[in-house]
């Protein structure tokens, strides 16, 4: 598909919450394929047990359309919907030039304390992942963001010394992309 | 100049496999030349392999100077070796050792890069254009530009080898 024809496709912003369960994802597409719509970027992910995902989908006439096309399985597997036309495209990804990581013992406030310093020192944060390790009584927090360093590197570098004495480890590596 | 039209994925003459180059003609050189035009007209790109554009020969050209430069104009150590531009010829991996992951985009697969995992060092056995044979040990970017532009000839895209950044977080935190 051309570029000016992929620009005129109106994208639903799909996000569906629930118990995890065999068959979701299956039963979600196969409604959505029947009903006439097409998937665009979308992403899976299994958060404390919770099954979540965001799906972009296009050729549904309207939100409630959309809603009406998925209800059999929302109401299959118990799930919670919600549907957004936020005016999403594709091809509109960033490519990361930094990844940060961010360990140490769990406490209350370590994102943002950590995020809130490297946003102010040109952090656009484009894809962010943590989880709790470690045991019940000694739990370790695990940050991973990749990023783009708007204002550069170094500027960045500068901002983790003042993280340095807050109680958790903060490591910074440059991401190059190979074009072949 | 001459710049070739590459091909771009779904395009199925991207998954054929190359034959090796035969004929060390005055044709091999002027098409090997218009394949460095071609990769040096193209943004940011590194590495290019025949059957990029439609030429179903086992020929890559690879030079990570760029990427060398800007890592010397932001004063950080560029994790390759660097020698320069190769023309290989009928490319084959000798050897291989250590794994790395990092991100790779092709001028085959536009709007798109993901992680992949290679192989940090190789030697590279494969003719010049003067028929010379050599063995190159490149490292780092370098290695995993030839590997990419080799996967080209035999019909492998990146894609075929990506890795989620997800499975690497959790492989980081737990092994």
């Known amino acids: 598909m051309e570029k000016n024809q992929q620009s005129k496709i109106v994208w639903h912003l799909l996000t569906l919450v629930g118990e995890d369960r065999p068959g979701i994802v299956a039963g979600v597409t196969t409604l959505l394929y029947k009903g006439g719509c097409n998937l665009g970027e979308t992403s899976m992910l299994r958060l404390g047990g919770l099954f979540t995902i965001m799906m972009m989908v296009s050729g549904a006439e309207s939100d409630k359309a959309l809603q009406t096309v998925i209800s059999p399985a929302v109401k299959k597997f118990k799930l919670r919907a919600h549907v957004d036309k936020a005016g999403a495209r594709l091809h509109a990804h960033k490519i990361p030039n930094v990844q940060i990581t961010i360990y140490g013992a769990d406490r209350a406030g370590i994102v943002a304390d950590t995020v809130a310093t490297l946003s102010d020192s040109g952090l656009d944060i484009l894809d962010l992942n943590s989880d709790v390790a470690g045991s019940a009584e000694k739990p370790v927090y695990v940050l991973m963001i990749d990023g783009d360093a708007t204002q550069g590197l170094e500027r960045l570098e500068a901002s983790l010394a003042s993280l340095e004495n807050k109680g958790f480890e903060i490591s910074l590596t440059p991401l190059e992309t190979m074009v072949g | ?175």
């Open chain 2, 1 to 175: 100049m001459t710049v070739l039209d590459i091909l771009t994925y779904p395009d199925e003459r991207l998954k054929q496999v190359s034959l090796p180059v035969v004929s060390f003609d005055k044709k091999l050189k002027d098409f090997i030349s218009a394949l460095e035009q071609t990769m040096d007209a193209g943004p940011g790109g590194v590495g290019i392999a025949a059957p990029q554009v439609n030429k179903l020969l086992k020929i890559i050209i690879v030079d990570v100077s760029p990427m060398a430069n800007t890592a010397k104009k932001r004063k950080r150590r560029f994790k390759s070796s660097n020698h320069g531009r190769l023309i290989l010829i009928n490319p084959e991996i000798v050897s291989v050792s250590g794994a790395e992951v990092a991100r790779e985009g092709c001028s085959s697969v536009p709007d798109y890069t993901a992680n992949v995992e290679r192989p940090k060092l190789i030697t590279v056995r494969a003719m010049t254009a003067h028929q010379e044979v050599k063995n190159i040990e490149c490292e780092g970017f370098e290695a995993r530009a030839v590997l990419h532009e080799i996967d080209h000839l035999d019909g492998k895209l990146f894609l075929d080898r990506i890795i989620s950044t997800r499975e690497l977080f959790r492989r980081k935190v737990y092994s």
